[in-house]
């Protein structure tokens, strides 16, 4: 059982799993397709997992394929992170427009990024293990880095008095008006 809870941009949305808690910690079904594809409105295969752990103030993103597309449902198991979506289809009424939510360990948050949508998350915690279902296999050859902090997107990342840590794609990432985008 989940708990769906919209976004500012209808195809985002946050999953809240039920978490079953007492003195010995807690049981939660973390995945379940009959319940997720009910929640998104259609079916959706995944074929490949990721996990990757980061340091405080890791910015990784934000990441797109245009090839080869990607849908991520992704969560957070140990840390905090904040997490973004920005929305890279032009023919969308969201276009450009992003979604943010906080994903921890604690709250057990997922958030599902649909294909067609630019995806990176800021390490709040010392240290955050990061796990994410992808609906196409990775393809280095189309992914596309958008810039982080392009003022065009508004996103105003939780930086917590230190600068982020980037990849050296990532601090090369391109500006919204320069970008190559979904149809």
């Known amino acids: 059982m989940i708990q769906v809870i919209r976004t500012a941009i209808p195809d985002v949305l946050i999953l809240e799993p039920k978490v079953f808690g007492d003195s010995?910690?807690?049981?939660?079904?973390?995945?379940n397709e009959s319940a997720f594809n009910e929640a998104v409105g259609?079916?959706?295969?995944f074929v490949q997992d990721n996990h990757s752990r980061s340091g405080k103030g890791v910015l990784r993103g934000l990441h797109?394929?245009?090839e080869q597309t990607q849908g991520k449902l992704v969560r957070v198991t140990?840390?905090?992170v904040f997490d973004v979506a920005v929305d890279m289809r032009k023919s969308s009424l969201t276009f450009g427009r992003h979604?943010?939510?906080e994903l921890s360990g604690d709250n057990q948050r997922q958030l599902w990024v649909?294909?067609?949508f630019a995806h990176g998350f800021l390490v709040l915690s010392e240290?955050?293990?990061f796990l994410y279902k992808t609906t196409n296999y990775y393809h280095p050859a189309s992914e596309q880095s958008l810039l982080w902090n392009d003022p065009a997107l508004g996103i105003e990342?939780?930086?917590i008095g230190i600068a982020p840590k980037l990849a050296a794609k990532d601090a090369a990432g391109r500006l919204l008006q320069h970008a190559e985008v979904f149809a």
């Not at 010995?24 to 995945?31: A, D, P, Q, V, Y």
């Not at 259609?42 to 295969?45: I, L, M």
């Open 78 to 80: 140990h840390g905090r």
């Open 64 to 66: 797109y394929q245009l």
């Open 114 to 116: 649909p294909e067609g």
């Open 157 to 159: 990342w939780p930086l």
């Open 24 to 31: 010995r910690g807690f049981f939660m079904e973390s995945w």
């Open 42 to 45: 259609h079916d959706v295969r």
């Open 99 to 101: 979604v943010a939510a």
């Open 127 to 129: 240290s955050a293990d």
